[in-house]
């Protein structure tokens, strides 16, 4: 079974290789060729998955055999594998949910390049996944922002050109932060890949020696990532790129794009720094403050919000913002629970937006709050979704976000001092959530009288009621027998050490 | 057995929406077997319980949901289960003034198995489970009418009983951390030992869950949702804000502090002050209130929110004396403003009349409606040979008992709240039966008792308010069984 | 034992198939059953308790702690005999009187049904039982006060409601606390709270005990509670007056009485502060009533703050706690109740005949209704406590007892209060006799015409005359047997 081995590698060239490929080809057929990378990607994931657990450990491929420091490395473990297999679905399943809007939004002949973007941006997903050098995750980092750009500025009109530059440019920020956090390690250190670092960096802090250095370093590629996945308060960005932008952008970006810097954060946090130099460094209780304060100021500008893919934008910051708190625990039960809402989040906020998009449709494309009255007896697949999505959002036992909580706060009892303001502030934040996200559902419930919009039925759209029953499968399947992949996230990050 | 008493009423729920039914009667014929075969096998089970924990399923770890029969959950599920076959009845015919019955029955008989999910749950983790899930089942049956009011009010009704939810959670997670396990045990299973010297962390927890589950209970200040919600159809008014909603909000208290906190970690201490004088407050508040409202079913909803807060201090002495007096009013109260909200439905039935100004004159023309009010009215008020004097009697001497000086101004509160309770109450009777002399009965031409779905309910309810006020002891011994530990 | 409960089930009942059956075809069936209902019910109660007398039972348990049992002794005879005789003189009037009201159906039902309950109280053998009924009388008496239906009406029985209301529920409080000291609720004279004297609990007891006072202190009109009053018993028909000013509000004294005497003991209560805010309480309501009183031009009003007056009169005598003072105290529960009962019937016959209400209105109807004005006059005599009167023989004893006593400065205060009391009450009730015989020079005599009103009235306001002025000629077997029961129960 050792060939498993070379299924993360290439999984990524394969991605390469599609985009490659796809640049050639016709709207119609890259998408083809996308859905069967895709779909084979999952494969090879579940593989790499299944042989990680068997094997109990992780495993390290050295690309060409070249040995470090020249060669380059990838390392698979449970966690990477799981992150990519996670990533691959939830792409799949919003691709599929939003690809009428596509065929719709996008001109006909640029079609083929949004599948080109999307291979590429997978490629870097699962090379952030991977990886097990830093330079390398810097590269993909770069293509990941240009290819996230293009798919933001693909539906073309004036509001998503400002808030694809708008992007690129906190993303770049973001981006150059990280290198000069890089560069500074590479300076201490003298090395790339990540296992090697860790041990100079260990050495380095048993020294005592370049303490200020390694903190700057720290702070820089924490605060880079922490822009670059939208944490309160440098979230501005958001809400345009997520509202203005194509469903399946929205949906791949808000649930997979940041998440994929936030692992590679975990991954720095775990094996580049160690975690217990992270956490005695104070960016922790930097990262704990901004996490509560995201989850409130995300949660009341969704609030404010009036244009519903906005509002789940917002939510979007809220909900990083747990993660981020998570981070901050310094716990391995909060670092667990981060890991799990990475998870649901990301499987919920994408069934939010590709639901969102249902309803709008059946709402003549408002997508202010008052036409989209009456909007779930319209489109009652759609509607169906949004309500499971909310209710996982809020909290509601039986759905991801349940569990999500549950991680959290037993997390938060850990930690002393942490635990009273994560707690009340957690318990604020689901109040919030259930006032913006209860209020949607209710209006999308009112029924109002002779509506002028035409209602959609299974037999218009079976692609997308497919697509928003398996979001909810998995919702749920998250939410009820959630033990499982906990176990796994847990193995994971102890294979991580 | 217990899965099968809380699933019923979901698929009864199901078919009666998806069975073709030749017509109306067929189908409130189906509903009502339904639901009455459900009670006799809830009852079944109450009579011939084991005790043993019935698993269902591994949540993660050691978190399970399961489900038991113990003391209050029997005394919670014998009371759901006894009402509810009632309240059905006479919510067919009063809903035939209203639209999309099946919905509204689908929804109201789900609610049915989420309240005994709520009341056999046998930890605490089930039961919060089953206590989000009756927010959400609820819901649809508060906006039924679908006016700009209902939806406003379900709104308000959402946040609220969320966000409680939201609160009560945390007490939840502390269970799972510092206690043996999440499973109900008499006098708690917090582990001392894991504790340490968090214990004032884990009061003011307390307190917190206590506010959580104590906004469905609509302590103050987070009652406001209770009246408004009073814009659903009567039935959904009067079983589920005055009996199974709210009550489940008491239960999960009594839960809480007695078989999950435990009694030992708070008797004495500020966390147990302050909740009562949470409850001290919402008492008299919520009669004042009622007081000044003129809207009969939302003057009633007040007093419920002074009644239940009865409930909660009862609770709250923490000692098995008041858990008893708290049991007690549990039931009594359901059967008492059952039996007055009932009362306002048939005169909203049968005569679009809703506030009390309106009623002059009415108790001529609707002896027996007026009539059952009046003795809810006065079992409310306390008066002795009623069921409330009991319930009364039993909290204020368990207050006595307690010895603390806060319950003896509870007792206080009590009797207050009952002078007020006579104002609100009686002036509805005063104005009902003694119009005044000028009154011109004209204006009543055509108004007359409902039919016998509706008035049977009323008298069985009546009868009942008689009869616990006279004999209850069997009752009272039963629950002060339950309270040291059956 | 059966007497007992007929005495009281039998009239509820009654009543309360008056309330619920369609209207008579003719008046006199309606009065016949009424008759026959008030005749029965005296009869059984007087049967209860000379048959009956020192016995007692127990009814049914409402929880283990919480019995409903009756029981009859002297206290109970001499309320029961009080009751009879204005329930069944009252009731005679009304046959009359009630003539001009509607509704009279009504009327009766809970005219019976008061009876009842009234008869219950009398035999009620512990404090629950008591408790109960006392809360009954409140919500069945409350139709009598808003009998004619007028907003004034309405206005007044609500507030006679709630003050009754929230003086139950302060005696409740009392009641809650007591039931925490003792295992029973039986009256039992010298009380039942021997144990708990000096325990640490006797703080809280005194509290109950003020709170209690003051509650059931609401009927008998004691200030701070008197407001209700003087608004409810002018509202009512004339006979319903009667009774409440003489009977109801008795009920108040009787739940003192056996709060004070047959819960707590006096020797529990003597010399605490309790005794002493009661002394106060009891005083200026005396005074205050009177001066009141004086100042009132409307006829029944002015009967009404008399009775706020004299009631604290038993209230004062009761607080002394003294053999001679309770004493007068109960003498003059007996002696009040027939003469008020007889003036508010005087003032109904005024009504009814004459339609006036102020007194300032009635110049010269000593000339119009001679026997009426008679006994008004006589009885008149008897409140403001002229020997040989009832009313004096019961101040008498009165004034002695409180200065017999120990208790500083009220032994004289008290006193001192009470004669002035009795000036003003000098001052309130003749001028309408005055006024009434002497209508001055300019009086019209050609209009005059005589118009006593019919036997039915005359009658029962001669029966009532005459009783108060024999226990005023032959008080001494009565004070003895009154003196013989105060020393036991002290």
Redesign the interface.
């Given at each position: 079974m050792d060939f498993v081995r070379n299924f993360p590698c290439i999984s990524i060239m394969l991605c390469l290789f599609a985009g490659i490929i796809s640049s050639g080809l016709r709207g119609k057929a890259a998408m083809l060729v996308n859905a069967a990378l895709l779909v084979t990607n999952t494969v090879l994931s579940a593989c790499t998955l299944a042989y990680t657990l068997a094997a109990g450990e992780s495993f390290v491929y050295v690309m060409g055999q070249f040995p470090a420091p020249w060669g380059n490395e990838i390392r698979a473990g449970v966690l990477e594998s799981l992150m990519a297999l996670f990533f691959c679905i939830i792409m799949l399943l919003s691709l599929f949910g939003g690809r009428h809007k596509l065929i719709e939004g996008v001109e006909e002949g640029k079609l083929y390049l949004y599948y080109v973007l999307m291979d590429l941006l997978l490629s870097s997903l699962l090379a952030l996944v991977y990886t097990n050098d830093m330079f390398t995750a810097y590269v993909f980092v770069e293509i990941n922002t240009i290819s996230a750009c293009g798919l933001i500025m693909i539906r073309q009109n004036g509001r998503t050109i400002e808030a694809a530059v708008r992007y690129m440019i906190m993303s770049l920020l973001g981006s150059g932060m990280l290198l000069l956090g890089l560069c500074m390690l590479y300076d201490l250190t003298g090395h790339l890949l990540m296992s090697n670092i860790k041990e100079s960096v260990a050495q380095i802090v048993a020294e005592g020696q370049y303490t200020i250095p390694l903190i700057i370093s720290i702070v820089l590629m924490s605060v880079g990532l922490c822009i670059k996945s939208a944490l309160f308060p440098f979230h501005a960005w958001l809400p345009d790129a997520y509202g203005y932008s194509t469903v399946s952008s929205a949906a791949v970006l808000s649930s997979l794009v940041s998440k994929g810097y936030i692992f590679l954060l975990i991954k720095i946090i775990y094996r580049v720094i160690g975690f217990e130099i992270y956490r005695d460094s104070r960016i922790i209780d930097i990262l704990f403050v901004f996490g509560l304060m995201g989850m409130i100021f995300g949660s009341l500008s969704a609030i404010r919000e009036n244009d519903i893919r906005r509002m789940i934008a917002f939510s979007s910051v809220a909900q990083i913002g747990y993660i981020y708190m998570g981070f901050g625990m310094g716990t391995e039960a909060g670092m667990t629970a981060s890991v799990f809402h990475i998870l649901s989040h990301a499987a919920t906020k994408s069934l939010l937006f590709i639901a969102a998009v249902g309803l709008t449709d059946v709402s003549g494309r408002n997508r202010q709050f008052i036409e989209l009255t009456g909007a779930g007896y319209r489109n009652k697949w759609a509607g169906a979704a949004f309500t499971v999505g909310s209710l996982a959002m809020v909290g509601v036992p039986m759905f991801s976000g349940f569990i999500s909580k549950l991680l959290f706060s037993q997390a938060a009892v850990q930690n002393n001092t942490k635990m009273l303001p994560a707690l009340i502030v957690l318990g604020i934040s689901t109040i919030l959530n259930a006032i913006y996200f209860m209020k949607t559902v209710i209006r999308i419930y009112t029924p109002v009288e002779d509506t002028p919009y035409p209602s959609m039925t299974f037999r218009n759209m079976p692609l997308y009621a497919v697509v928003l029953v398996a979001f909810i499968i998995l919702n749920v399947t998250l939410g009820v027998s959630s033990q499982p992949v906990v176990d796994m996230i847990r193995q994971g990050l102890a294979m991580f050490a | 057995m217990i899965l099968l008493v809380i699933l019923i009423p979901f698929i009864a729920a199901a078919l009666s929406v998806w069975l073709p039914f030749r017509n109306r009667k067929s189908w409130e014929i189906f509903l009502e077997s339904a639901v009455t075969l459900n009670s006799i096998l809830v009852w079944y089970l109450l009579l011939h319980h084991s005790g043993n924990t019935f698993l269902l399923a591994h949540f993660t770890g050691n978190l399970s949901v399961s489900f038991r029969v113990d003391g209050p959950g029997m005394v919670f599920s014998g009371l759901v289960s006894a009402l509810w076959p009632l309240a059905t009845l006479y919510a067919f015919e009063y809903m035939t003034k209203e639209e999309h019955e099946k919905i509204f029955f689908l929804f109201y008989t789900m609610t049915y198995g989420v309240t005994l999910g709520i009341a056999l749950a046998a930890n605490l983790l089930t039961m919060y489970f089953f206590y989000e899930l009756l927010t959400l089942v609820t819901v649809p049956l508060v906006m039924h009418t679908l006016t700009r009011e209902a939806i406003l009010a379900s709104r308000k009704y959402l946040y609220y009983s969320l966000g409680g939810a939201a609160f009560a959670f945390i007490g939840l997670i502390m269970i799972i951390v510092y206690g043996r396990s999440t499973d109900f045990v008499l006098g708690g299973v917090l582990d001392l030992a894991k504790i340490g010297d968090r214990t004032n962390v884990l009061r003011f927890i307390y307190v917190l869950a206590f506010m959580g589950f104590g906004v469905k209970a609509a302590v103050c200040p987070f009652n406001s949702w209770l009246p408004q919600a009073g814009v659903a159809p009567t039935p959904v008014t009067a079983l589920l804000h005055a009996v199974a909603v709210v009550k489940s909000g008491a239960f999960a208290i009594i839960r809480l502090t007695y078989y999950s906190f435990g009694t030992d970690f708070l008797r004495g201490t500020w966390a147990q002050t302050f909740v009562m004088l949470v409850t001290m407050f919402t008492i008299v508040y919520g009669c004042s209130r009622a007081v000044k409202e003129t809207h009969l079913k939302r003057r009633l909803a007040y007093s419920t929110i002074s009644n239940l807060s009865y409930i909660l201090f009862g609770a709250t002495l923490m000692t098995p004396l008041g858990m008893t007096a708290a049991l007690l009013h549990l039931v009594f109260h359901a059967v008492m403003k059952i039996a007055s909200f009932f009362c306002a439905g048939a005169i909203i039935h049968q005569t679009d009349r809703y506030y009390v100004h309106e009623l002059d004159g009415m108790g001529y023309k609707m002896?027996c409606v007026f009539g059952v009010f009046t003795v809810s009215a006065?079992a409310l008020?306390?008066?002795?040979?009623l069921a409330g004097?009991?319930s009364k009697?039993?909290l204020?001497?368990a207050a006595?008992?307690s010895g603390s000086t806060v319950a003896?101004f509870g007792?206080?509160c009590l009797?207050?709240s009952?002078?007020l309770t006579?104002?609100y109450m009686?002036?509805v009777v005063?104005r009902a039966f003694?119009?005044?002399?000028?009154?011109d009965y004209g204006t009543l031409s055509g108004v007359k008792d409902p039919n016998w779905m509706m008035l049977v309910p009323l008298f069985i309810f009546a009868f009942f308010i008689v009869l616990f006020?006279?004999?209850?002891?069997p009752l009272?011994d039963f629950l002060y069984a339950v309270a040291i530990g059956l | 034992m059966y007497l007992i409960l007929l005495s009281i089930f039998i009239p509820i009942l009654m009543g309360l198939y008056l309330l619920?059956r369609k209207e008579y075809a003719s008046r006199g069936r309606l009065l016949a059953t009424t008759c026959a209902g008030l005749v029965l019910t005296g009869a059984l109660a007087v049967a209860s308790f000379t048959a009956a007398y020192g016995s007692s039972f127990t009814l049914?348990?409402?929880?283990?702690s919480?019995p409903i049992a009756f029981a009859v002794d002297e206290m109970s005879v001499l309320f029961s005999c009080l009751t009879v005789i204005v329930l069944l003189c009252a009731g005679l009037f009304s046959f009359e009187y009630m003539k001009h009201e509607?509704k009279e159906k009504r009327y009766y039902g809970f005219y019976l049904i008061v009876f009842g309950v009234l008869n219950a109280l009398c035999f009620a053998g512990n404090l629950?039982t008591f408790?109960?009924f006392f809360?009954?009388l409140t919500?069945t008496s409350?139709?009598l006060v808003?009998h004619?239906?007028?907003?004034e009406a309405?206005m007044a029985?609500?507030k006679y409601?709630?003050f009754s209301?929230?003086g139950a529920?302060?005696a409740?409080?009392g009641v809650?606390?007591v039931?925490?000291n003792s295992a029973v609720l039986t009256f039992s004279t010298g009380g039942i709270l021997h144990a708990a004297a000096g325990s640490p609990s006797a703080g809280?007891l005194l509290a109950a005990a003020f709170a209690m006072l003051v509650g059931f202190g609401v009927k008998a009109g004691m200030f701070p509670l008197h407001a209700w009053l003087p608004t409810a018993h002018p509202v009512a028909p004339a006979p319903a007056s009667a009774v409440l000013s003489a009977v109801i509000v008795k009920a108040g004294i009787l739940a003192v009485v056996r709060t004070v005497y047959y819960i707590f003991g006096a020797d529990f209560l003597r010399g605490t502060w309790v005794q002493t805010a009661w002394l106060i309480l009891t005083l200026i309501t005396v005074f205050m009533g009177s001066m009141l009183a004086y100042r009132e031009p409307v006829l029944k009003k002015r009967l009404a703050y008399s009775t706020v007056s004299q009631l604290s009169y038993i209230l004062f005598g009761l607080a002394v706690m003294g053999a001679e003072a309770v004493t007068g105290s109960l003498l003059h529960v007996l002696a009040h109740g027939l003469i008020k009962t007889a003036l508010f019937l005087c003032a109904g016959a005024i009504i009814f005949t004459t339609g006036r209400t102020r007194v300032d209105e009635l110049r010269g109807i000593g000339k119009e209704m001679p026997f009426t004005m008679w006994c008004y006059t006589i009885v008149s005599l008897g409140l403001i406590g002229i020997p040989p009167t009832g009313g004096f023989v019961s101040k008498w004893h009165l004034a002695i007892g409180s200065l017999q006593s120990a208790i500083p400065v009220f032994r004289w205060l008290g006193p001192v209060i009470l004669l002035v009391s009795a000036l003003l009450t000098a001052g309130y009730l003749l001028p309408l006799t005055i006024q009434g015989f002497l209508p001055g020079a300019d009086y019209d005599y050609e209009h005059l015409k005589k118009r006593e009103p019919s036997p039915l009235m005359t009658i029962p306001i001669a029966v009532l005359t005459i009783l108060s002025v024999l226990i005023g000629l032959f008080p001494a077997q009565l004070t003895d047997w009154l003196t013989r029961l105060a020393a036991r129960i002290l």
């Open positions: - | 002896p006065l008020m306390g008066v002795p040979g004097f009991i009697w039993n204020a001497s006595l008992e003896c007792i206080v009797l207050i009952a002078l006579a104002i009686l002036t005063v003694f119009p005044g002399r000028d009154f006020g006279l004999y209850s002891q009272a | 619920v049914f348990y409402l929880t283990k919480l509607t629950v408790y109960l809360e009954m919500l409350m139709p808003l004619n239906g007028s907003h309405i029985s609500l409601l709630f209301m929230c529920y302060m409740l409080f809650f606390v039931s925490h809280l």
